[in-house]
């Protein structure tokens, strides 16, 4: 299988966009933190990666959980419980506001929040619904959930 420019440019383009805010909004306090420093601490590697992942990966993962749990809730077939979607959608909710809260932290926390929010309106947009049929197992019916793809639509 050949990668062509067509899918490798964005990818690049956000990782250098990524790198740059990085650069631009280290962790840590204004004018007191470098990566430099941030190098030669005596500290150990796990408590380093530990921070970074605080950083960076929790935005990140929050604003993900958030945008995918919104476009989640609009794809889901009508017919669902409302009950069901309420959960969805107040999850999101908490999702959101916790992003927000750990931006207030300072602008190091920009990077991973956009990279989870570029991250879920990717994955997004090759979503074309969500159903949820009924299955049997072992005698028991219950309803999983099924994620119709764009791919899928050609076949």
Excluded: D
């Excluded at 500290?43 to 919104?70: D, E, H, N, R």
């Excluded at 049997?136 to 994620?147: A, D, E, M, P």
Aim: charge should be positive.
């Amino acid at each position: 299988m050949r990668i062509g420019i067509k899918r490798t440019l964005p990818w690049l383009i956000a990782a250098i966009l990524f790198v740059a805010m990085v650069r631009k909004y280290p962790p840590g306090a204004v004018g007191v933190f470098t990566w430099t420093r941030w190098w030669f601490e005596p500290s150990a590697v796990s408590t380093k990666a530990i921070f970074l992942l605080k950083t960076y990966l929790q935005p990140a993962l929050l604003s993900f959980a958030w945008i995918m749990g919104f476009q989640f809730q609009m794809r889901t077939a009508p017919g669902t419980r409302v009950s069901w979607i309420f959960a969805v959608v107040f999850a999101s909710s908490v999702c959101m506001m916790t992003a927000w809260r750990t931006l207030a932290a300072g602008p190091s926390m920009l990077p991973g929040y956009a990279v989870g929010i570029e991250a879920a309106q990717t994955l997004a947009s090759r979503v074309h619904a969500v159903t949820r049929p009924q299955r049997t197992l072992f005698g028991k019916t219950f309803r999983s959930i099924n994620v119709i793809w764009r791919g899928q639509l050609h076949r």
